[in-house]
């Protein structure tokens, strides 16, 4: 008599390597939230004061919401952000991905976001990479590097 469970003479190899496939944990380590964006002037900022060095030449950086900021030390950390959706549909910029540096948080920003209470805010050139820059706000995929 064979054991009980999966008798693998009726399934076809294929088929058994989608089965095991499928009941693999998920690998990803991202973290879904909102992202809003502000406009110049960017400084002082929160991180770097009045530093220019600290943005990149790309303008690819952001603001820290509260959830992120943890207490400062988000401050130089680099984000890989896509836009998953957004409450109009064709908002996000699809398989675009930006790698953003935090600068600043963005409840004490000199310029203020487009949507309070983001995760995380980006520049208008950032936010504009991902998604239409006519939308206030859009939800996210984003992992620290």
Request: proline letters at 7%.
């Amino acid at each position: 008599m064979k054991p009980s469970g999966i008798r693998t003479s009726l399934l076809s190899p294929p088929l058994l390597v989608l089965l095991l496939l499928t009941m693999q944990p998920h690998l990803s380590r991202a973290d879904v939230g909102t992202a809003a964006h502000y406009s110049p002037p960017y400084t002082p900022t929160a991180c770097f004061g009045n530093d220019p060095s600290q943005f990149l030449s790309s303008n690819l950086f952001a603001a820290a919401g509260e959830g992120i900021w943890d207490n400062g030390a988000s401050c130089g950390r680099q984000y890989l952000v896509r836009c998953i959706s957004a409450s109009v549909s064709g908002t996000c910029i699809p398989s675009q991905t930006i790698q953003v540096r935090i600068v600043d948080r963005a409840l004490s920003s000199t310029s203020r976001p487009s949507s309070n209470g983001a995760t995380i805010v980006l520049s208008t050139t950032a936010f504009g990479t991902i998604a239409k820059s006519s939308a206030a706000a859009v939800n996210v995929e984003f992992q620290q590097v």
